[in-house]
């Protein structure tokens, strides 16, 4: 197709303010889908993200799209992941396109992780049509949102397209914005193949599918294709499109979005963001911007019976088949047995990776502890010459006379919200040991930057965030190096015994109130024994928290009086259940939940 027929964009959206709803009224305009199949949202289709409401992996589709001036467009949607955990994937689909859509919800306004993606967006020289959406709703403020967006994004916003998604209203609107607003690409047909890599996923029929976006050249069926940063070779099989189903193309050529096949067998072969070029005629110079994705975020998961290892070591490679940024390698414990310590993008990407495999391939699993990447300074032992090190897991933890100093990871974080709730989130950024950085008013609301250390951030703050401003805080953050901290390992005894599974690294500062807040959601998680049970939080030898779980008595059904014989039986079957999802520690049972729960910070 010539290029001034070609237009790519990307639709940038505060989560539910109706990026997938638009998207897939945008494919059934143009014929891509039917009413029936518009039921449900296409472009979100693995079942967690539908739930959870966010995509994951980017998907695209191609649009004809015939625009009023008669003439029939090509336009490449391409769809973008809702989390800040996936950043660096939003970049790429972003560097891939020449315009955005911006999606404000009528009733909400501007979010903070709308401007993190605006100003992406912006840095890659988009052009942005914004679109007022949700204008059916009688709490939207149209005047109002196109000031905010003025005023904090300082893009005009007279011209903002509005739309109900939902309702249909304004989608051809829309679509003559993308045609007339947003610019062609550019790219030389002649020159050598030069295509990023935007994405990639594991198809059952056609193994790894790499989406493209060719910048120079053509890419064909039987052509020889070199991975610039990976280094490797491989034959093209299929080249082809989303339409949203695939259909096979005879080329791709400069300006150009679509898919290849290359008889790929993991995900992990491909890189997001690597430089596709022509084994035989290679460009001379990579696409800038790439980067080596590294998990930020490690955990442990066991099986919580023995029994299932080698299943959660398939289960999990197959998972990584189709998702090669998190990593994982075996990992014993004393107390949990085998499993594997993995790596994550962030704790939601953990909880999407531990839910998954809970529900997809039926596992019972115990998590660690999430651990962050620390940087030990050493000094050297009569068996360990090592000076430095990475600390994936406070297990490893050496000697502690060895240890010079410890550095923590930190993130720069922004953070949006109404004026009403600013104290509140002061006091959440301050306890977790904050460095206020900024403080401006926006249009009625607050605009916080705040340098935080990540691993006070990585457990809860997000949720907790929401929660105390009822929804309507918005959160973004990078990393922005390590930083030496007084850092500490903290292990939890219980019945006397160390349970290596909730030891972690905390601040000195904080150490006592976490401890503290561990032994208390521990006395009411783990049941009680014929015996009493002595929990602690300890550093080093110094007990710093305690709790005792009292002894039961021996008959639970005890309390029930009288003659409720189904209550009694309930009772009693309810606690062999519990049983069957217990740990043995010593001779003390913790329940799996446990695990998990401890570590949400009250
Ligand atoms: P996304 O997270 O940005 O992809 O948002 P979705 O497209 O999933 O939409 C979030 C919610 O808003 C869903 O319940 C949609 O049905 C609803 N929604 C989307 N567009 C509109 C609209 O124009 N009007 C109304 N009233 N609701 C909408
Ligand atoms: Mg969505």
């Given at each position: 197709t010539e290029l001034s027929l070609i237009r790519n964009f990307s639709i940038i959206a505060h989560i539910d303010?109706?990026?997938?709803?638009?998207?897939?009224?945008?494919?059934?305009?143009?014929?891509?889908?039917t009413a029936r199949e518009m039921t449900s949202q296409v472009l979100d289709n693995m079942e967690i993200e539908k739930e959870r409401g966010i995509t994951i992996k980017a998907q695209t589709v191609r649009l004809d799209y015939t625009a009023k001036d008669g003439i029939t467009y090509q336009l490449n949607l391409m769809d973008t992941p809702g989390h800040v955990d996936f950043a660096y994937e939003v970049s790429r689909s972003l560097a891939a396109c020449e315009g955005a859509l911006l999606v404000v919800d009528a009733a909400?306004?501007?979010?903070?992780?709308?401007?993190?993606?605006?100003?992406?967006s912006i840095e890659h020289d988009h052009e942005i049509v914004p679109v007022i959406n949700k204008i059916d709703l009688p709490a939207a403020e149209v005047d109002k949102v196109k000031a905010e967006i003025?005023?904090?994004?300082?893009?005009?916003?007279?011209?903002?397209?509005?739309?109900?998604?939902?309702?249909?209203?304004?989608?051809?609107?829309?679509?003559?914005?993308?045609?007339?607003?947003?610019?062609?690409?550019?790219?030389?047909?002649?020159?050598p193949l030069k295509a990023m890599l935007v994405d990639s996923w594991y198809d059952p029929y056609l193994g790894v599918?790499?989406?493209?976006?060719?910048?120079?050249?053509?890419?064909k069926k039987g052509q020889e294709i070199q991975f610039m940063a990976a280094g490797t070779k491989h034959l093209v099989d299929r080249v082809g499109c989303m339409r949203p189903k695939l259909e096979i193309l005879t080329e791709i050529a400069a300006g150009e979005v679509g898919i290849i096949t290359a008889q790929?067998?993991?995900?992990?072969?491909?890189?997001?963001?690597?430089?596709?070029?022509?084994?035989?005629?290679?460009?001379?110079?990579?696409?800038?911007?790439?980067?080596?994705?590294?998990?930020?975020?490690?955990?442990?998961?066991?099986?919580?019976?023995?029994?299932?290892?080698?299943?959660?070591?398939e289960s999990i490679s197959k998972l990584r088949l189709n998702d090669a940024s998190f990593s994982f390698e075996?990992?014993?414990?004393?107390?949990?047995?085998?499993?594997?310590?993995?790596?994550?993008?962030?704790?939601?990407?953990?909880?999407?990776?531990?839910?998954?495999?809970?529900?997809e391939f039926d596992l019972d699993l115990i998590t660690t502890a999430p651990s962050v990447v620390y940087k030990l300074e050493l000094s050297r032992s009569k068996t360990d010459d090592a000076r430095s090190m990475e600390l994936h897991n406070p297990a490893?933890?050496?000697?502690?006379?060895?240890?010079?100093?410890?550095?923590?990871?930190?993130?720069?974080?922004?953070?949006?919200?109404?004026?009403?709730?600013?104290?509140?989130?002061?006091?959440?950024?301050?306890?977790?040991?904050?460095?206020?950085?900024?403080?401006?008013?926006?249009?009625?609301?607050?605009?916080?930057?705040?340098?935080?250390?990540?691993?006070?951030?990585v457990f809860d703050f997000y949720d907790r965030l929401k929660s105390i401003s009822r929804g309507y805080a918005s959160f973004d953050y990078h990393q922005i190096g390590h930083r030496a901290g007084d850092l500490v390992k903290m292990s939890i005894l219980v019945n006397g015994d160390p349970v290596d599974a909730l030891?972690?690294?905390?601040?000195?500062?904080?150490?006592?109130?976490?401890?503290?807040?561990?032994?208390?959601?521990?006395?009411?998680?783990?049941?009680?024994?014929?015996?009493?049970?002595?929990?602690?939080?300890?550093?080093?030898?110094?007990?710093?928290?305690?709790?005792?779980?009292?002894?039961?008595?021996?008959?639970?059904?005890?309390?029930?009086?009288?003659?409720?014989?189904?209550?009694?039986?309930?009772?009693?079957?309810?606690q062999k259940k519990g049983k069957a999802r217990m740990r043995e520690y010593g001779n003390v049972s913790i329940p799996q939940e446990a695990f998990i729960a401890a570590l949400r910070m009250g």
């Open positions: 303010h109706g990026k997938s709803t638009l998207a897939d009224r945008l494919i059934q305009q143009t014929g891509g889908l909400q306004g501007v979010e903070a992780q709308t401007l993190a993606n605006v100003y992406q003025e005023e904090i994004i300082g893009l005009p916003a007279d011209n903002a397209v509005l739309t109900s998604a939902k309702s249909g209203i304004g989608i051809d609107e829309v679509l003559e914005a993308v045609v007339t607003r947003i610019p062609p690409p550019k790219g030389d047909r002649s020159a599918v790499i989406l493209i976006r060719v910048i120079d050249g053509v890419i790929i067998k993991e995900v992990a072969q491909t890189r997001v963001g690597d430089t596709i070029t022509d084994a035989k005629r290679p460009a001379a110079e990579p696409l800038p911007g790439f980067k080596e994705v590294q998990p930020v975020v490690f955990c442990g998961l066991f099986p919580t019976d023995a029994a299932d290892f080698e299943k959660l070591r075996t990992e014993s414990s004393a107390a949990l047995g085998f499993g594997f310590r993995c790596g994550f993008l962030g704790l939601l990407h953990l909880e999407i990776i531990q839910e998954r495999l809970t529900r490893d933890m050496p000697d502690v006379n060895r240890i010079d100093e410890i550095q923590e990871p930190w993130i720069e974080a922004t953070i949006y919200c109404p004026d009403e709730y600013l104290g509140s989130i002061l006091k959440l950024c301050q306890d977790r040991r904050g460095v206020q950085k900024q403080l401006t008013y926006v249009g009625g609301r607050a605009q916080l930057v705040y340098e935080l250390p990540l691993n006070e951030v030891s972690m690294i905390v601040h000195r500062g904080t150490a006592e109130a976490r401890g503290r807040g561990m032994c208390e959601r521990l006395k009411d998680l783990i049941p009680r024994h014929l015996f009493k049970i002595p929990i602690q939080a300890a550093i080093g030898g110094k007990v710093i928290a305690r709790e005792t779980i009292a002894a039961m008595r021996k008959d639970v059904t005890a309390k029930c009086y009288g003659g409720d014989i189904s209550r009694k039986k309930k009772l009693l079957e309810k």
